[in-house]
């Protein structure tokens, strides 16, 4: 982007690792939106969640998929991972470079990918604060190269103890 004649080019900020949490949790999920984000990171407000995903959006991070038409039908803004942001992420523990390939496609996702995408989250958030430390979920971006996994992969494996001892049973289910 080529700054306005008179203007002086501000340079990018580097990322801090708040906004990098957002590109983790778009790699594990593939598209959030802001009550999502606010829900899983136990914020009060959406502000700082705005801020973050308007920063990463101008910086060309991550894309929205949003239109007028969303408004009549009460639904949010969906947020999903650019090519600059894969850059970020590359290289990463527990990063597959297959998952951040497919991940290009996101930006011509279908309305029900994205639906179905949203719903997975929304069921991580629901589980997580009813299970709190109980409970654990592996998206189908991390199963991706796991061993032992079915070859058409669950939208998820959620991992569930039966106590906090260390001693708990643990239980595995598929999504």
């Known amino acids: 982007m080529r700054p306005l004649r008179g203007q002086a ?7 801090n690792q ?7 949790l778009l790699y594990k999920f593939r598209f ?12 009060q407000h959406r502000t700082s969640i705005n801020s973050r995903l308007q920063i990463l959006e101008e910086q060309e991070y991550i894309g929205k998929r949003y239109d007028k038409s969303y408004k009549m039908q009460n639904k949010p ?16 523990e527990s990063i597959s470079n297959n998952v ?3 991940m290009y496609k996101d ?6 990918f994205v639906e179905r995408s949203l719903l997975i989250f929304g069921i991580y958030n629901k589980l ?7 409970f654990d979920m ?24 039966t106590s906090d001892s260390p001693r708990a049973k643990e239980h595995c289910f598929f999504l």
């Open 100 to 102: 951040l390939k497919n």
């Open 128 to 134: 997580e604060s009813i299970f709190g430390q109980r």
């Open 107 to 112: 930006a011509q996702a279908t309305d029900g």
């Open 32 to 43: 959030t939106t802001s009550n999502l984000l606010t829900q899983k990171l136990k914020l």
């Open 9 to 15: 080019c501000i340079a990018p900020r580097k990322l």
């Open 77 to 92: 803004a969906s947020y999903f991972m650019l090519p600059k942001g894969f850059a970020v992420l590359k290289g990463m």
């Open 138 to 161: 592996f998206s189908k971006s991390e199963l991706t190269g796991m061993e032992d996994m079915p070859e058409i992969l669950p939208d998820g494996l959620v991992r569930l103890k």
């Open 18 to 24: 708040n906004q990098i949490d957002v590109l983790l």
